[in-house]
């Protein structure tokens, strides 16, 4: 096993084989890879909030699904990746905590899942799996040399998706 490199919140980076890619205790956010199986590179970002563009304060491009996605895609292209190979795979966007009523920010882990999604569908990448929602945290891992996605939570089995 090579280097393992680590994704912050709000944060992205990449990486190839035989490296592992992770990111820690992510609740409402999304950890969303891209990956190409025949390079074996691939990227991980960390995003907290679907939509830059209803924040005053969004120079992170890392923190929002729109500029996060797009930063990543980027990268790994610039590291060597070809667009048309990338899958993509999301974990994360539980529901933290329980809310009444139709606050928005309850739901913002469903809005960042969706998110995803759209841009992905825009972009023409194909989202492989998923491990979202409900109401527990995930620590993720991209394994570069297999394209594995391993995800483990607190009193769970590790799942690969």
């Known amino acids: 096993m090579g280097n393992v490199i680590k994704v912050g919140m709000a944060d992205l980076n990449t990486c190839k084989s035989p490296d592992v890619i992770t990111t820690l205790g992510l609740g ?3 950890g969303l890879t891209l990956y190409d199986p025949v ?10 909030l679907p939509d830059s563009t209803q924040v005053r304060n969004n120079e992170n491009i890392a ?4 500029t996060g996605i797009e930063e990543l895609l980027k990268r790994v292209i610039a590291a060597g990746a070809n667009k048309t190979r990338l899958v993509a795979k999301i974990a ?8 009444t009523g ?3 920010i309850g739901n913002i882990g469903a809005r960042n899942a969706e998110a995803a999604k759209q841009i992905l569908k825009q972009k023409g990448i194909r989202l492989v799996a998923e491990d979202t929602g409900l109401n527990y945290g995930r620590t993720v891992e991209l394994h570069c040399e297999t394209g594995e996605f391993h995800i483990k939570s607190v009193g769970k089995p590790v799942k690969v998706i």
Do not use: L, N, R
């Open 28 to 30: 409402s956010c999304i």
């Open 39 to 48: 390079t074996k590179i691939g990227g991980m970002v960390h995003y907290m």
């Open 63 to 66: 923190k929002f699904a729109d």
């Open 92 to 99: 994360g966007g539980a529901k933290m905590f329980e809310t």
């Open 102 to 104: 139709v606050s928005s």
